[in-house]
């Protein structure tokens, strides 16, 4: 048993002074309550770790290599996306578990409890797939548990190179399966994530309304009656134009009236949505996965925030791309994002909560929802996912309260501030640093020298 005792603590019914919390030997809070003198660690702060809804680990590795401009007069997203695929013709499966170490250490350093990894790389350079269907998921698996992040699963099945069905080519034929090969390898990544810690979960990823067609989206869906369902939903204004041509109605529209979109969804991005369409998925009780520094890097468009929480929508954070692994900028990026939209301030604050708090309390309900995991909040029987922070400092200033959070948030020295994590009770950040550091960036580096010469 593990017994902190915080100076403040965010509980679920707000701020609290002098508490005392027990870790049980599973990893989950087995109680909270006033602080005895008793505990063996102390903390100034104590807050609950969210979870990074949205992450392709391997992409890691490309950050900083995508910022040149290329022959076109005007760079997109999809220019990113060809360098992306020329990227991926690089990489090994032993090379993909070291990057994923190396991201998910710095999720853990940056103050996220767990992560729902959306992965597609499934097969080898080439489209051949590895002897284990799911050799890249187990490697996956494997990264998470060596830096001792909290893991949802997302196999993401990806069958076509766009709405007309096209056949995938170069470096997307790493993702492809039709549905009943996806399924195989669904199974076989469930009986990995079975063999792994008990805080580990499994869902499912249809990729795109792009890459999946109407009947393979449905079959995937009714194959998993339970569980989480991630998707990439109306990210760019191209895709709305594709899919309308092709399922003659918008992204969001069409998904709405074709399934019964409900909490077990997480539509990522959704930064092409008009107003009708905003108020009719925030009423789903789905999860909108915002990714604001990646949607910000690929220049895809702002989300509309106010819209969606003003008709109680529902949104978590996620690192997408990797480029940039923190917590407290993308939380930041949202909310700069609508002020400079509307010419605002505090656009999602409410009358009752800063601008921080609202940001933080979507974060890890948002967050523990899309991943199915039972955290979020500081309360018995929830999993041991906990950050805690130093307030003696330029940045904090020992502050309390919102104004606490409003200060990690928007002074820019969040994370300068996180002293330790745990991710289901396991202390993986003490003084803020990772247990396993110096190894797993050993390793990143090393691949990385192996890059550097195939690029």
Known sequence: MQI????????????????????????????????????????????????????????????GLTEARGPDASDSFWSWRRLMYRFLDQLNPDQVEAVAALVFMEMLEAGYGAVAEFHYLHHDVGGTPHARLSEMSGRIVAAATRAGIGLTLLPVHYQFGGCDGRALAGGQQRFGNDPDRFMALHAEAAQTIG???A???????PHSLRAVGPSGLRAIVE????????????????????????????????LLDQHAVDHRWCLIHCTQMTPQET??????????????????????????????????????????SNIQISLFEELK????????RDRSRAALALPDRSTGRVLFDAATAGGAQAGGRQAGQ??????????????????LCNRQGDA????????????????????????????????????????????????????
């Open 223 to 254: 194959a998993t009656p339970s569980g989480p369902i991630h998707m990439h939903l109306a990210e760019q204004q191209a895709e709305v134009e594709e899919v309308t041509t092709h399922l003659g109605a918008r992204p969001v529209e069409w």
């Open 404 to 455: 606490l959070l409003d200060s990690l948030i928007f002074s820019g020295g969040g994370q300068a501030c996180i002293t330790d994590v745990w991710s289901a009770g396991r202390h993986v950040v003490q003084q803020g640093r990772h247990r396993a550091r110096d190894t797993i960036l050993r390793d990143f580096i090393a691949v990385m020298r192996q890059l550097e010469t195939r690029l």
């Open 4 to 63: 902190i005792q915080a100076s403040q603590a965010l509980l679920p019914d707000g701020w609290h002074a002098d508490i005392d919390l027990h870790i049980d030997e599973r990893g989950r809070i087995a109680h909270v309550g006033p602080g005895s003198g008793q505990a063996a660690q102390r903390v100034a702060l104590l807050l609950p770790a969210p979870l990074n809804l949205h992450s392709h680990a391997f992409q890691r590795a490309m950050a």
């Open 378 to 395: 500081i309360a018995a029987g929830q999993w041991a996912d906990l950050i805690a922070l130093d307030l003696d400092n330029r940045w």
């Open 279 to 320: 108020r009719a998925l925030a009423v789903t009780g789905a999860v909108a996965g915002l990714c604001p520094l990646t949607e910000s890097s690929l220049g895809d468009g702002i989300f509309n925030g106010t819209t969606y929480l003003g008709a109680g929508g529902r949104i978590g954070f996620g690192s997408d």
């Open 333 to 340: 990026t949202l909310e700069y994002s609508q002020r400079l």
């Open 195 to 197: 063999h792994a810690s």
């Open 199 to 205: 805080d580990y979960a499994i869902g499912v990823a």
